[in-house]
């Protein structure tokens, strides 16, 4: 795949904070001010900082990680291999009597095919939810 545009990007980090429970965005009332993302604690409550440097899933595997633990607690099997450069794959099986859906990229970059495959899973996420396991399940 070729590098992602800037576009892509930003729509992609947008996608994913969206699904991570711990992220909130924040729009001031005062339009003189810019608009922003902020963690939430335990308690939910926004932390005192904000993101100034942007959202970073697509270059962090410390913000990404967390999406990819997430996507696997709800039931899907995540691949990552370094074998043919980078290549991820995340299935999601199914409910009885439905096939698996299998979300595939390849990448010279594991990072870049990583975010990619999750941002193809949210988005199929968002339009068929899917039964979560919870943390008791697990």
Not at 49 to 64: A, Q, V
Not at 73 to 81: A, L, P, R, T
Not at 117 to 122: G, K, L, P, Q, R
Request: with cysteine; hydrophobic share 35%; aromatic share 10%.
């Amino acid at each position: 795949r070729n590098k992602m545009e800037k576009e892509e990007i930003l729509k992609g980090n947008k996608l994913i904070a969206k699904f991570m429970p711990n992220m909130v965005f924040i729009e001031p009332k005062n339009k003189d001010c810019k608009s922003y993302w902020r963690k939430l604690d335990a308690d939910n409550l926004p932390m005192a900082e904000y993101i100034k440097d942007g959202l970073r899933y697509h270059s962090s595997w410390d913000w990404l990680m967390p999406v990819v633990e997430k996507i696997e607690k709800s039931g899907c099997i995540v691949e990552m291999s370094l074998s043919l450069g980078g290549f991820c794959r995340i299935v999601w099986i199914g409910r009885k009597g439905e096939g698996a859906t299998s979300f595939n990229n390849q990448d010279n970059n594991l990072l870049n095919c990583t975010f990619q495959t999750v941002i193809e899973f949210i988005e199929y996420f968002n339009q068929h939810p899917i039964n979560q396991k919870t943390d008791e399940n697990n």
